[in-house]
Structures are given as structure tokens and as C-alpha cells.
């Protein structure tokens, strides 16, 4: 399987502040990498596919990019709402493998 | 409105067997395939398969390949996760969602998710 490795784990921010989320897999996925938003008790919402292609109806503040075995979530204004656990998952090969998380706190 | 539905949450012991169930709604549902996705309490996600309800071509994870048996019916748009002899270690919150595959990968991502389905399983 492909491993997948969020970073940071957590991280603290403020409203307005630009924050970057890194994930790194194990092995080559080209592009084909997605993204997600989990709010506690809600289920995922999926932000991001194909590494870099916003899904319908996410704002514009959230983009992704990467390619190979390095990607980045990038939030460019963070909102109230924004506040959440988000997860990478490579969509390259079966089992399509998700990072273990990060959290994103209020400082 | 594009939906999936889930089946309730469960209190099961162990040694029992257990089915769940999410119908979905709005769309061609043999169109896209469906996948499950076990999240263990204050742990992350973790893909477990998924099914084509068109031909019921099955896909699972190593993890979970014969622990689970995931199916479905498409006469009435419904996809399955079952257990025959369930564990303390089944507790978790287990998710469906809709999502695109090929025969090699699932590259769009889960776009549809069902509201989960909380499995709690206790002496």
C-alpha cells in the first residue's frame, strides 16, 4: 500500500491567516491526489481532486497543488468555518489510502 | 438531490453478526461506484472498499479483505457492509460514500457521503 504522511498533525491559526498543509506519499502518484474537510461529528466533505481541481461548490480560498510524492493544501484567508481536520488520500492506486489527519485549531 | 442515506446506529455484542445499509438517491446509482470507510472513535479514515452496483464487481482493502463482506442491490439503490462475527475492535463510525473508479484506481476522489453509521460493539 501507499503510505501517506500529513504535516504538520495540528496546527494553530487565526482568522485571516494563509496556512499550508503538506502531504507526502510513499511513492509516485502523479496527480491523482484528493483532499478533505471533516468537521467533529459531521462526515468528510471532499475539497480537492486531481490534486489541484476545486469540487463543486468549495470556495475559492482553498487550492491544491503537487504532483509526484509532494502535494500542499493551501487555505488563503482562513474563515471561522474553516476550522477542521483535513485529510489527504492518493487516488492513484487500490486501496486508495488516506493520511492520518490534520488539525486545524483556533490560536 | 444527490444523497446517501445510511442505516442507524448498532449495539451489538460480540460473536454476533451485523448489516448495514445506504441507499442512495438523486442519481443513476449504477452508475458510480460506492465505498466504505471505517473511522475508529478519535482516529482517521480508513478506505475499506467499494462495489459497482451495476455488476457488483467488489474491491477490498487488504485490511479489511475477509473481515467484511460489502454488496449490494440494485433494485432498490442500496449498498451493504456486513460482519458475521463482529469484535470489541468493529467499534467505530463507518461511512458510504459515492465515488468513480476505474479497474486500476478511484481518481475523482468521494465526492457523496451518507451521515455514517455509528457501530458500537460491547459485552
Known amino acids: 500500500d501507499i503510505q501517506m504522511t500529513q504535516s504538520p498533525s495540528s496546527v494553530s491559526a487565526s482568522v485571516g491567516d494563509r496556512v499550508t498543509i503538506t502531504c507526502r506519499a510513499s511513492q509516485g502518484i502523479s496527480s491523482w491526489l484528493a483532499w478533505y474537510q471533516q468537521k467533529p461529528g459531521k462526515a468528510p466533505k471532499l475539497l480537492i481532486y486531481?490534486?489541484?481541481s476545486l469540487q463543486s461548490g468549495v470556495p475559492s480560498r482553498f487550492s491544491g497543488s503537487g504532483s509526484g510524492t509532494d502535494f500542499t493544501l493551501t487555505i488563503s484567508s482562513l474563515q471561522p468555518e474553516d476550522f477542521a481536520t483535513y485529510y489527504c488520500?492518493?487516488?492513484?492506486?487500490?486501496?486508495?489510502?488516506f493520511g492520518q489527519g490534520t488539525k486545524l485549531e483556533i490560536k | 438531490e444527490v444523497q446517501l442515506v445510511q442505516s442507524g446506529a448498532e449495539v451489538k455484542k460480540p460473536g454476533e453478526s451485523l448489516k448495514i445499509s445506504c441507499k442512495g438517491s438523486?442519481?443513476?446509482?449504477?452508475?458510480?461506484?460506492i465505498g466504505w470507510v471505517r473511522q475508529m472513535p478519535g482516529k482517521g479514515l480508513e478506505w475499506m472498499g467499494i462495489?459497482?452496483?451495476?455488476?457488483?464487481?467488489?474491491r477490498y482493502s487488504p485490511s479489511f479483505q475477509g473481515q467484511v463482506t460489502i454488496s449490494a442491490d440494485k433494485s432498490i439503490s442500496t449498498a451493504y457492509l456486513q460482519w458475521s462475527s463482529l469484535k470489541a475492535s468493529d467499534t467505530a463510525m463507518y461511512y458510504c460514500a459515492r465515488t468513480y473508479c476505474s479497474s486500476t484506481s478511484c481518481r475523482y476522489g468521494m465526492d457523496v457521503w451518507g451521515q455514517g453509521t455509528t457501530v458500537t460493539v460491547s459485552s
Open positions: 486531481a490534486a489541484s
Open positions: 438523486g442519481y443513476s446509482f449504477t452508475s458510480y461506484w
Open positions: 488520500q492518493q487516488a492513484n492506486s487500490f486501496p486508495p489510502t
Open positions: 462495489i459497482y452496483p451495476g455488476d457488483s464487481d467488489t
